[in-house]
């Protein structure tokens, strides 16, 4: 992970790194994330967040996609597991045809545990 250095910057790193989380993480406009500092108390032009955006942005993403899970044959719905033992694009396409062909949560549960 690449450090990031904050020096010279009026506010503390966490609050940089909120603000760039809050503009990539959700589609919100740089005067939301504005208003939404200012809730809380911070007043911070959008300008700035626009500067620390473009500046720290890349990188934050980057490491934020770096530590994301990777994907595994090991699915977590509800409160069941399911383990997938054949190649993905069988079991995929299996548990697909079996959820889509349930009307509710509980039958495609059955069903899952019927055909195994």
Known sequence: MRQLSFKRYRFPPD???HAIWLYARFTLSFRDVEEMLAERGLGVSYETIRRWFLK???VIAAN???TRPRPSDHWHLDEMVIVI????SKGMSKLRTILASSTTPAEAYRRTMRRR
């Open 15 to 17: 609050i940089i790194r």
């Open 56 to 58: 720290f942005g890349t």
């Open 64 to 66: 934020l996609r770096r």
């Open 85 to 88: 033992a054949r190649p993905p």
